[in-house]
């Protein structure tokens, strides 16, 4: 695999080498060495836990900035629905459409429309015999990479399906060159407002082979432009076309009610998917076709890069989709056949379960470094303070044997060595005092 | 290899909603030290049902893992009631476990039958009123 591009970031300047992010990174992908955090890119998640929990703001996210695509003919946004949360007293979805065509985009496809059909052929998805179940959702990407990285198991039961974000993308593109036949593919620049740094990472690493986004830019960045030029306006244009469901993909249970069945589940917090996940694996769960798991708290509104708290974003989006339609992009056809999938929906590829926590190559070499982590774990203190460098005691251990870091570093150790030599010291002043006087 | 890496837990019977944590920590262990993922799930849920029964019917016990390259051996030992009649608790359906832990889901009669199943051999020692030990080992094939 090629090396795995990261837009989660840290400024060292910034870092004052504290233990914050260190101690609740869910991966345990953070060091402090030499005065500030480092991280490792093979265990990083891209959740962006440490983005929202660094005191002095140090860490960021990597997004593109809208000139990016200034030179293209054709810019598309691309707005999620955790961005019609953000604002006060919205009243119409258009306001905030018409908006961004007034920043510069010269069309707007929403992913609430995507997320429609993403969740019709969901259904139909579940429908196909012989799929393993739960059925996992592949929307947050954050979900996708942690299983990759820790459940092989779980990697079957990803759903194959393109997440709203890439859909949108491509039948954004596929409407633009059918208004402008004048347009090629390559004159075409869709452009997605992200709520977190993992859809960015997303992209960047081609989770899904192709990608139909070309530019991802931070809702914080587009907020204050944006919402300039919605104060503009009087009368927008009515080109909205979400319903409820699309709307409710922004917080956590919107997709998983949208597939008409109550055999689903739906978690967000990274720790509390990772606890869902454990506990899948071990097979100890109801019968389930369907889980939905966010890594931010209360969906995407949670969203390290959006502006308004989670929950009152979710309660604006309750009243902004209360006179919608449930749907409007999903034609549901009763003729049709209901397992039905097109392919340009699907994820070419099913997901590699790419293990990185492992000791060593062989198994033998792996059992004997473990056996020598606990030998040093039985040396430390085991009060997790997190002053080494390393997030727990374990994780020092671990570092230890793998030569990345010196037991002399653990502060607890190094206070009692330094009381032995003080009463050696003393010890050695008595004597040598004693030894001074008989000599006199 | 002379020395196997040994794992010790004690499984806490007061708590239900911990038991199944050993099991858990044991699949982290078993995952850094590079073993396929098919012989981590079947040491992991034969450990998780061993840990679900001690816990329902025995108060708790201690669990310990020893882990050689070619086979991981888990032993489950509790100071419970003991078993009555092994034949019939092997029988899949046959269940003791209280109507309050049914609620929960559990006590469905596959535990010991599940510990076989995915385990290569799988010993038990009962005495009633003394206690159980299982010891269940898992082989590992040569890559």
Request: proline share 6%; charged share 25%; hydrophobic share 35%.
């Amino acid at each position: 695999m090629a090396e795995y591009k990261h837009s989660v970031a840290l400024d060292i300047e910034k870092c004052k080498g504290c233990t914050t992010c260190l101690k609740r990174c869910p991966t345990e992908a953070i060091r402090i060495r030499n005065g500030h955090a480092e991280i490792n890119s093979m265990r990083c998640i891209d959740c962006g836990e440490c983005i929202r929990l660094c005191p002095y703001k140090a860490k960021k996210a990597i997004s593109d900035k809208l000139d990016s695509i200034k030179n293209y003919k054709y810019k598309i946004a691309l707005p999620p629905p955790s961005l019609y949360g953000q604002f006060d007293g919205l009243e119409d979805v258009d306001y905030v459409l018409q908006g961004l065509l007034d920043i510069g985009f010269d069309d707007v496809f929403e992913v609430a429309r995507a997320a429609e059909l993403v969740s019709g052929y969901t259904r139909h998805f579940l429908n196909n015999p012989g799929i393993k179940k739960p059925v996992i959702s592949s929307a947050c990407p954050v979900i996708v990479r942690l299983i990759s990285l820790r459940f092989p198991f779980l990697c079957e039961n990803v759903m194959p399906l393109l997440p709203p974000m890439e859909i949108a993308g491509m039948l954004a593109k596929k409407q633009a060159m059918e208004k402008h036949p004048e347009l090629k593919e390559s004159d075409i620049a869709t452009c997605f407002i992200s709520p977190c740094p993992a859809k960015v990472s997303y992209v960047k690493n081609n989770f899904s082979q192709t990608t139909y986004v070309d530019c991802i830019v931070s809702m914080n960045e587009v907020f204050f432009p944006l919402l300039a030029a919605m104060k503009k306006i009087k009368n927008p244009q009515p080109v909205s076309r979400s319903g409820i469901i699309g709307i409710s993909w922004a917080s956590t249970g919107g997709e998983a009610s949208a597939i008409f069945n109550d055999k689903y589940l739906a978690a967000d917090g990274i720790e509390n998917v990772m606890k869902v996940l454990d506990n899948i694996d071990n097979g100890s769960f109801p019968e389930l076709e369907f889980i939905e798991l966010n890594a931010c708290h209360g969906g995407c509104v949670g969203g390290v890069l959006t502006v308004e708290n989670p929950y009152i974003a979710k309660a604006r989006l309750q009243t902004l989709r209360r006179y919608l339609p449930v749907s409007q992009n999903w034609n549901y056809n009763k003729d049709k056949d209901n397992k039905y999938v097109p392919d340009d929906y699907k994820i070419p590829n099913e997901l590699q379960y790419c293990p990185v926590s492992q000791l060593a190559e062989n198994t033998n070499e792996a059992i004997k470094k473990m056996a020598d982590i606990q030998k040093v774990l039985e040396r430390l203190p085991g009060i997790d303070c997190g002053s080494c460098g390393s997030p727990n005691c374990q994780a020092f251990a671990y570092d230890v044997v793998k030569g990345e870091a010196d037991e002399n570093e653990c502060i607890v150790k190094m206070r009692e060595r330094i009381k032995e030599l003080l009463a050696e010291e003393k010890e050695r002043e008595k004597t040598e005092s004693v030894g001074g006087q008989k000599t006199e | 290899m002379s020395e196997p890496l040994r794992f010790h837990f004690d499984v806490d019977g007061s708590n239900f909603t911990s038991a199944g944590e050993a099991s858990i920590q044991i699949k982290q262990k078993l995952r850094q030290l590079g073993f396929a993922p098919d012989i981590i799930k079947r040491v992991a849920i034969s450990m998780y049902e061993g840990e679900i029964n001690m816990v329902i019917h025995a108060g708790g016990g201690t669990a310990d893992v020893y882990v050689l390259p070619e086979t991981i051996k888990i032993v489950l030992e509790d100071h419970g009631p003991g078993i009555a009649d092994v034949e019939l608790a092997m029988q899949e359906g046959f269940s003791t476990a209280p109507d309050s832990v049914r609620s929960l889901g559990f006590g469905a009669g596959m535990g010991l039958p599940n510990m076989k199943r995915y385990t290569d051999n799988m010993i038990i020692e009962t005495e009633l009123g003394k206690g159980t030990k299982i010891t269940m080992t898992v082989n590992v094939p040569r890559q």
